[in-house]
């Protein structure tokens, strides 16, 4: 009986490292899943973009920093979307742009508009999120950026 019983502690133990060894790569798979979700971007020199972040950067200005300020960095009545993106996940994100959103807060009523019919701004989404990231992350200063070289 002994044997049994120790067998089993042995397979108990097999079994419990096994479980935290697939674990432990799930989680550094996720990770990694996260970070390139999170960071769509890519820097290629000071202040040097990809095109998609850089067409991010056109789309934001032509229908966004209306609102939300030149460079992302908000105004009197639209968030610093800089410091917002610091925390807001790219689903959110992409919600809140499709959806809008409305925000009611000390008697102060703020109102995002839904972009979902907006084809020039639902198109080029990732884009945009691309831009904002990078300039959330410090990647990217302000101003107009450079595409990176072909």
Sequence with gaps: MPFVGGFRLVSLTVATCVT???????????????????????????????????NGYRRYHAYCHVCHGPDGLGSSYAPNLVESLKVM???DFSQVVAGGRQNIQAGKES???????????????????SYLKARSDGKLGRGRPERCPS
């Design 20 to 54: 935290l060894a697939v674990a432990s790569f799930a989680e550094a798979d996720q990770k990694a899943d996260d970070e390139a979700y999170e960071r769509p971007y890519t820097i290629c020199g000071p202040n040097q973009v990809d095109r998609g972040t850089y």
């Design 89 to 91: 996940k790219r689903d």
């Design 111 to 129: 109102v995002m508009p839904a972009f979902y019919e907006v084809a020039d701004v639902m198109n080029y989404l990732e884009d945009i999120y």
